[in-house]
């Protein structure tokens, strides 16, 4: 495969441009904001909390805890690899990594399914046209599900169609930018082992399919259930009568590639085996018995009668078997086929994983792909219908303009996302920063603690590596080191045992939302779904979030309330702690909300002076 050529080259001139479109837009509504900010303010969901691990892990440091007092005893158990290579490259580019690994990452994305449609087609001119395509409908739905004029019921609709795209083939950052490509990149592969009617496999093929689940396997293990699955029904049906015959011929490639899967168990067996065991628990993860295997994989049948299920497996089934009225040859069928298998694996793949395991987490993500595995069939053979009628027109020029409507729609898309950002608080955090640097807080052993991400990031790019942070997700501390860091912010706050006993109740008498924001700082850890919630169940919750539990699906992991025993045990520690002065930071920095403004006593009275302030933030220092 020659890698430069004009092909190549077009993709990675579109990807680039699909990419910095949005730091274009951002340029033309405020040419003066600070690039670093830039990079915090457009990036997608949960970025600030990704890039923190991604600064803890540049410096070799997987206890992810940024303190010099209160250490953690245990790594923290995220699945590094879909943050490596950003990790590795941190320390020479700064933050500035995060634009360029958007781009070549966003390209090798792209590249990869653009060589898929290329293998599927065996035409350039059709891979690229289905690209594009590909991309229109990710904006193309963003723009249907921004519309004002339409009723929330056809936006929650574009809205679903959009999602499955958007979380297989989008920027954000790992998944799918960095997770998918080593998806598409495990496809390619296959596809190219497909090109031939050799028995014998190519070594540096199963090489390729080695290493990729390693990555799979310690980034989005989801990923590497499908494909495995997808492996094995390719090649029985590829060879069918031929497959001993087949894995005889490839006993040592077999070897080769099982040695390279071991090695990724081995090192996520070692990630489990010194991460900090509550960790598990904050991301969601939960151990099922029998019964309760039972109820999850009964609730997984019923949504292959849901409308939309049925109508994707519909639809495939009826591609997969009208291939000679599609006018698909004998020689291109398992071309396509390839599709349907990963269909059919990703469709297999929660049953199977379900059944063989004693521990879940995020079920619905392996929906999420079946959704986007089935769409991705019927996608390429509608395709391939379209160019079955000779159109009187050049597809190249029919590219190029859907290239324009989807460059505009995503200009479009882009601006309307920034036009209504906060310029004034962009404006105060480029004021911190000045701050920061005249008060010369740079490459200090001060600790700092602020309720606002960008404001942690600026310290950290100042070379100062200590904070106080308060987020289970991106910490390795134990639940119990956890809670007492809280504890000790909320006691130089001044918070009360009343305020903090409502705050644990916050939200449970609310059908509109469904996160207590206590619960969010353990991240999942006080998850309630129909499975998933202290016992007994009559005793520890309300009869009205007793019901709202019962109805909420094992897939959903979002609704957070904590529990009556819970209560009581974390209401009776805070009104016996104690304030721990040797965790408290040397600097505070928090936005100007009304509940902060009372806090600001609380904190003179513990000797902090408020030393900067704007329209966004108050900065207080802690006094010797």
């Not at 640097?437 to 100042?462: E, P, Q």
């Not at 009869?543 to 609704?559: A, D, E, F, G, V």
Request: include cysteine; hydrophobic fraction near 50%; charged fraction near 15%.
């Amino acid at each position: 495969m020659k890698f430069v050529n004009l092909n190549n080259l077009i993709i990675l001139f579109f990807s680039t441009l699909l990419v910095l479109i949005k730091y274009i837009v951002s340029y033309f509504l405020n040419y003066e904001e600070d690039f670093f900010f830039k990079i915090l303010r457009i990036s997608y969901e949960d970025f600030e909390s990704y890039a923190l691990l991604v600064e803890s892990f540049s410096r070799l440091d997987l206890t992810t805890d940024w303190s010099n007092i209160l250490r953690s005893n245990n790594l923290i158990g995220f699945p590094f690899l879909s943050l490596i290579w950003h990790a590795i490259f941190f320390n020479l580019f700064s933050y500035y990594v995060f634009i360029i690994f958007e781009i070549v990452f966003y390209f090798l994305l792209l590249f990869f399914i653009f060589k898929i449609f290329f293998l599927i087609y065996k035409s350039y001119k059709i891979a690229f046209f289905s690209l594009i395509l590909l991309l229109l409908g990710i904006e193309l739905l963003t723009f249907l599900s921004s519309l004002n004029v339409l009723n929330i019921s056809k936006v929650k609709l574009f809205y679903a169609l959009l999602l499955p795209l958007n979380e297989s083939y989008g920027q954000r950052f790992p998944h799918p930018l960095v997770t998918s490509v080593y998806l598409f990149f495990f496809i390619y592969v296959v596809s190219k082992i497909n090109e031939s009617n050799d028995l014998f496999i190519k070594p540096k093929y199963v090489f390729f399919l080695g290493i990729i689940s390693i990555f799979l396997l310690n980034s989005f293990f989801f990923h590497f259930i499908q494909v495995s699955i997808f492996l094995i029904i390719f090649f029985v049906l590829k060879y069918k009568s031929f497959y001993f015959n087949f894995l005889k011929i490839n006993i040592f490639n077999l070897v080769i590639y099982l040695l390279l899967v071991a090695i990724g168990f081995l090192i996520l067996l070692l990630l489990l085996h010194f991460s900090e065991p509550d960790y598990f628990y904050r991301l969601g993860g939960m151990k099922i018995n029998l019964t309760e295997k039972i109820v999850i994989l009964q609730v997984l049948i019923k949504k292959l009668f849901q409308l939309e299920m049925l109508l994707i497996i519909f639809l495939c089934f009826l591609a997969r078997y009208n291939y000679t009225k599609i006018k698909i040859e004998k020689k291109d069928i398992f071309n396509f086929d390839l599709l349907y298998v990963f269909f059919l694996a990703s469709l297999l793949s929660p049953y199977f994983f379900v059944a063989f395991t004693s521990k879940i987490t995020h079920l619905y993500h392996f929906w999420t792909t079946i959704k986007f595995s089935g769409f991705l069939f019927i996608f390429v053979v509608i395709i391939k219908i379209f160019f079955n009628f000779k159109f009187n027109i050049s597809i190249k020029k029919l590219s190029i303009f859907l290239c324009a409507i989807l460059l505009v729609l995503n200009f479009y898309n882009n601006f309307f996302k920034q036009i209504n950002t906060n310029y004034q608080m962009v404006k105060d955090r480029n004021d911190i920063k000045l701050f920061l640097i005249d008060r010369n807080f740079i490459n200090t052993k001060k600790t700092i603690f602020s309720d606002d991400y960008a404001v942690m990031h600026i310290w950290l790019k100042l070379k100062n590596n200590y904070l106080i942070v308060i987020n289970g997700f991106v910490s390795s501390y134990s639940d119990e080191l956890l809670e007492n860091i809280i504890f000790n912010y909320l006691k130089i706050t001044g918070v009360s045992l009343l305020a903090f006993e409502n705050m644990l109740i916050q939200y449970e008498d609310s059908e509109e939302f469904n996160r207590n924001n206590f619960a969010q700082a353990f991240t999942y850890k006080y998850s309630v779904n129909s499975i998933r919630h202290k016992k007994p169940i009559e005793i520890e919750y309300s009869s009205r979030l007793k019901n709202r539990i019962m109805q909420t699906s094992p897939l959903i992991l979002w609704h957070t309330f904590i529990s009556k025993s819970e209560k009581n045990r974390l209401s009776k520690k805070y009104n016996n702690f104690k304030l721990n002065k040797k965790i408290m930071p040397n600097i505070v920095i928090l936005k100007n909300s009304s509940i902060n403004k009372i806090l600001k006593e609380s904190l003179k009275s513990l000797n902090y002076e408020e030393t900067f302030s704007n329209q966004s933030f108050f900065v207080n220092e802690l006094m010797q």
